[in-house]
């Protein structure tokens, strides 16, 4: 059906365009959109001037007719770049005017020439980054102006150099920072600027050693949780001087063990932690331990659609009309928002 109606559109703007019916191919692009394909210039002809341009542009391109260009309109430059790289003709750059430094960064990136670089105007520094990226030649980063630090950045890793993050400018801390973790070493924490406690975080989490969290600044006290939970450990929770109530309920969530939830002292996290782990365990009697054991017992009912246990829930209604919703059986619950829910649905189809 989507095919269908994109053809249809294509032939109303095919014909919205021309002025004595429908000319050229209407193609289906990768992502099923609708377009026209021009194949010679007679095709041109027959549309008004503003389509003309598009068309003169797309047959020279097609074509590699370079002269066609000309008849491109505001498309001409554009036309005049890409035909001259497709026929290696290097002298039409001169030709592109307001897209002459394109050209010639189009080209640079061809050849893989530098030398080409210095006459790609605004390109310039793209160029010289582009070229050394393609021929994996640091050297040729410090021409690159203010694209220097990526370079040597790309570089750094390309070449597997870490002595050249010293030279990716802003980007130096990043650069450490990808080593350390790349190389799974703390060392280069240190070089990483802003990026050092990030640094340090990631290398405990990668190497598993609780010890490295005292250096992750802002980042210590979810280290600690992190590593609490990799190891399934609940003492290193006592690491985190305040507000360990989370690193308890998640050691208490990786190893199932419901005891853990006895050392959280927020009482919404320790009611929290006893009902994720009655329903991951399947095991509705460990609600009796939970202070809101109402609430628990309704998000086990639901979790298991278990209707036998909406008696000891928080809303009876509310928990049969949930399982209901799941279930898409409006048998299951009888009060009014029920009957309204499913009326709605009923009246929809």
Do not use: P
């Amino acid at each position: 059906m989507k095919y269908y109606i994109l053809l249809i559109f294509a032939l109303l703007f095919t014909l919205s365009a021309c002025k004595g019916g429908v000319t050229g191919e209407i193609t289906l692009d990768v992502n099923g959109v609708g377009r026209i394909s021009y194949n010679n210039t007679k095709d041109c002809e027959r549309l008004d001037s503003y389509w003309q341009m598009y068309c003169y542009k797309e047959v020279a391109v097609n074509q590699n007719r370079i002269e066609l260009c000309e008849q491109a309109g505001q498309n001409r430059d554009e036309c005049i770049t890409i035909v001259a790289v497709n026929m290696n003709n290097i002298q039409a750059c001169d030709t592109a005017e307001s897209r002459q430094g394109h050209c010639y960064y189009e080209f640079a990136k061809k050849r893989e020439d530098i030398s080409l670089c210095n006459n790609a105007s605004s390109k310039k520094d793209n160029c010289f980054y582009e070229v050394a990226i393609l021929k994996e030649d640091e050297t040729i980063c410090n021409n690159a102006g203010t694209m220097t630090g990526i370079c040597y950045y790309e570089m750094a890793f390309i070449n597997h150099d870490t002595l050249l993050c010293e030279k990716a400018v802003e980007l130096k801390g990043k650069c450490n920072m990808g080593f350390a973790v790349q190389l799974k070493n703390e060392l280069f924490c240190e070089k990483a600027d802003s990026f050092k406690d990030s640094c340090y975080f990631e290398i405990a989490k990668l190497r598993n050693k609780v010890e490295l969290c005292e250096q992750t600044g802002k980042n210590m006290k979810e280290c600690y949780t992190e590593i609490a939970v990799l190891r399934k450990d609940k003492n290193i929770c006592e690491k985190v001087e305040v507000l360990n109530d989370n690193c308890y309920l998640q050691v208490a969530i990786a190893t199932l063990q419901e005891t853990t939830c006895k050392d959280i002292a927020d009482e919404a996290i320790h009611n929290s932690c006893y009902e994720t782990i009655a329903i991951k365990t399947q095991k509705e009697s460990l609600c009796t331990k939970s202070t809101a054991t109402a609430k628990c017992y309704f998000s086990y009912a639901v979790a298991f659609q278990d209707t036998s246990l909406c008696t000891l829930s928080s809303s009876k209604e509310n928990c049969l009309f949930e399982i209901a919703k799941i279930k898409k059986d409006r048998t299951v619950c009888a009060d009014e928002q029920c009957r309204a829910y499913f009326d709605s649905l009923e009246e929809k189809q």
